[in-house]
Structures are given as structure tokens and as C-alpha cells.
């Protein structure tokens, strides 16, 4: 079994670039990222990239991302940027101190690419690049839809759009992580485990890499994990931190895939968990468990990191990056 240490992305700003980017943007609603920053803008996020890549080539993580510092609105970006959709209101992102802006769907959701061109830049930095995207079904939980008319066709929609976002990444991308906080904290009922199922399933059939669906702030319910478990994803994703009974629950009952995902670090709280207490915590589960061969574990935090302090990021990151590796 192989450890590989790595993250869900969303990193927060080093402290240089937040203020030569505050300087340059200014503090406004309407100084966020539209999707085509002037060359002044674009450079300080090349360099804010630069240095996230190398934070986690320095603190040894086995896949590094892109770092999204240009995702203003969290997992909302990929549409906040799309020539169809337009921005409102600040509205909360789930049950925490922090705000996006509303994106209203008006029109089609044609291929974008903003991720993609992130990724090219970020492929001549890194040898093993990982990708992260927000999944089909949280992203239609934060989004307004104006144009699709049915929250069955807009999930589909979602699917659609971001299968094609997926399908143009550069082939340096290993892994495409596929975050998805809102399988865990909603309730999908009246067939909408079934068609959030079949949405990531698009999604990840469209990737030419290994995908995880990763889920936090709780987990599955039983019949989603069903469903997950018939998609194409190669890992699922268990929050360990805040659902670890009833993770390792699913897993007892009804088996997972050959690889996993396992947030064994809290991304909300500055204590730094040692590289030691990383691995109890992956051994713990695979005592819990009938089978505990996986072919891959990948060892996370349990959220993205932008809630941390740079120093207390950085520190986690050293931490992860000390439990990758081979295991009996």
C-alpha cells in the first residue's frame, strides 16, 4: 500500500502577494476575479503560484497543486469566471465566517478553460501535478440557475460544464480531486443521490488521470455511497476529523473502492497534528475495517487550507508531507 501525501488545494494567500494583489485589485466586490486580469494582476498570481508550488515541493508532499489563489469565490470560481453567468450578492459558503459571491447562471454553460490554462502554468513547476475542481452537486447548491429551469437539468448541466473543464487539463495532471462538501451537508433525497452520482461519474470519466471524490463536514449517506461506489471515480474520500464513526461505518458495511482518500488533518484548526499522529489515524482506520489492503491512500486534510494562518499551513503541510510513502 502506498501513502501518497497531498492536499484539497485552496491555499491561503502568502502574505506578500495578498498585499501586492490588494494594491492592485483594491478591497471591492467588483475588484474580485472577473476571468481577465490585466498582465500586472496575472503576474502577481504567477508568482503567488510559484511560491505555493514550492511551499509544498519543500515540505514533501508526493502531489502538489495549483493552490487556486485566484478563486476568490472558493469553490464557486470556475463559474464566477464564465462569460453566462453573473455575479450578485455575498452569501456564506456553508457554515463558516467566509463569503462568495452568488453566480447566476443565465445562459449555456459553454467550455471555459480558466482552469485548464491555471494548470498548463502550474504543469511547468511541478512533476506531479494534481488538479482540484468543485463537484457537479455542490456546485449547483451555490450557484443561482436563471437559464436551465430544473434542478435535475442544471446538475446536469453542472456535469456537463465541468467535463469539459476536466476533459482539457494538460496531461501533466496525475490526480483530479472532485470536492464535494454538500454530499455530506445536505440531505439528497427524491432520486438526487442518484443523479449526483451520475453527474461525478461524467466528470470522471472525462479525466485522463486517477479521480477522488472527496467529501467533508460529515459523509455519505448509505444510498449516495452506493451509487458513488458504481461511478468511474479511483478513490472516495472520508472526513476522519469530523465523521469518523460513521465513515468507518460505510466502509464496514458496504466496502469502499481499491483506493482511498482519508482527511486525517484538520483544516480549520491551527493545532499541527505530528507526522505520527497522521499515520495512527491511517492505521486506526484500517484496523476498523474487514479489508485494509488499499492499493493508495491518500492522506489530506479534511478541508481546503485557506482558513489557516500561512505559518500553521505551512506547518501542516511539513506534516503531511512526512506520512507519505510505502506501508505493510
Same mark, same amino acid.
Given at each position: 500500500m502506498t501513502v501518497v501525501s497531498t492536499t484539497l488545494g485552496l491555499f491561503p494567500l502568502p502574505d506578500d502577494a495578498r498585499e501586492r494583489l490588494a494594491d492592485l485589485k483594491g478591497h471591492q466586490k467588483e475588484d474580485l476575479v472577473s476571468g481577465d486580469e490585466p498582465p500586472d494582476i496575472e503576474a502577481a498570481y504567477d508568482e503567488a503560484r510559484d511560491d505555493l508550488l514550492t511551499r509544498q515541493s519543500d515540505a514533501g508532499l508526493d502531489r502538489t497543486v495549483e493552490g487556486q489563489a485566484r478563486w476568490d469565490d472558493m469553490l464557486a470560481h470556475p463559474l464566477a469566471v464564465h462569460e453566462n453567468v453573473r455575479t450578485e450578492g455575498i452569501v456564506r459558503y456553508y457554515d463558516n465566517n467566509n463569503f462568495y459571491r452568488d453566480p447566476v447562471v443565465t445562459g449555456d454553460l459553454t467550455h471555459s478553460g480558466d482552469l485548464a490554462r491555471d494548470l498548463e502554468k502550474a504543469s511547468a513547476l511541478s512533476d506531479d501535478l494534481q488538479a482540484v475542481?468543485?463537484? @457537479?452537486? %455542490? !456546485?449547483?447548491? /451555490?450557484?443561482? $440557475?436563471?437559464?436551465?429551469? #430544473?434542478?435535475q437539468e442544471f446538475l446536469a448541466a453542472l456535469g456537463d460544464f465541468l467535463a469539459g473543464e476536466v476533459e482539457s487539463f494538460p496531461?501533466?495532471?496525475?490526480?483530479? =480531486?472532485? !470536492? &464535494? @462538501? #454538500? !454530499?455530506?451537508t445536505e440531505t439528497l433525497d *427524491? *432520486?438526487?443521490d442518484e443523479r449526483a452520482a451520475a453527474a461525478i461519474d461524467g466528470v470522471a470519466a472525462a479525466a485522463d488521470a486517477e479521480v477522488v471524490v472527496q467529501s467533508y463536514? *460529515?459523509?455519505?449517506? &448509505?444510498?449516495?455511497?452506493?451509487? /458513488? /461506489? $458504481?461511478? $468511474?471515480? %479511483?478513490a472516495l474520500g472520508y472526513d476522519l476529523v469530523t465523521a469518523h464513526d460513521d465513515a468507518t461505518y460505510l466502509v464496514q458495511e458496504y466496502g469502499t473502492l481499491d483506493s482511498v482518500s482519508l482527511g486525517v488533518v484538520d483544516g480549520q484548526n491551527t493545532l499541527v497534528?505530528? @507526522?505520527?499522529?497522521?499515520?495512527?489515524?491511517? &492505521?486506526?482506520f484500517r484496523d476498523q475495517i474487514p479489508v485494509s489492503e488499499f492499493d493508495t491512500v491518500y492522506a489530506t486534510p479534511n478541508t481546503e487550507l485557506f482558513? !489557516? @494562518?500561512?505559518?500553521? =499551513?505551512?506547518?501542516? /503541510?511539513?506534516?503531511l508531507g512526512a506520512a507519505g510513502g510505502d506501508r505493510e
Open positions: 475542481v468543485p463537484g @457537479p452537486y %455542490s !456546485l449547483s447548491r /451555490l450557484a443561482t $440557475d436563471e437559464h436551465y429551469g #430544473s434542478s496531461d501533466a495532471v496525475e490526480t483530479v =480531486f472532485v !470536492l &464535494e @462538501p #454538500s !454530499l455530506a *427524491g *432520486g438526487e463536514w *460529515g459523509t455519505y449517506g &448509505e444510498k449516495l455511497h452506493a451509487h /458513488l /461506489l $458504481d461511478t $468511474d471515480a %479511483s497534528e505530528s @507526522p505520527d499522529t497522521i499515520d495512527e489515524r491511517i &492505521e486506526w482558513y !489557516l @494562518p500561512v505559518n500553521k =499551513f505551512q506547518a501542516k /503541510l511539513r506534516a
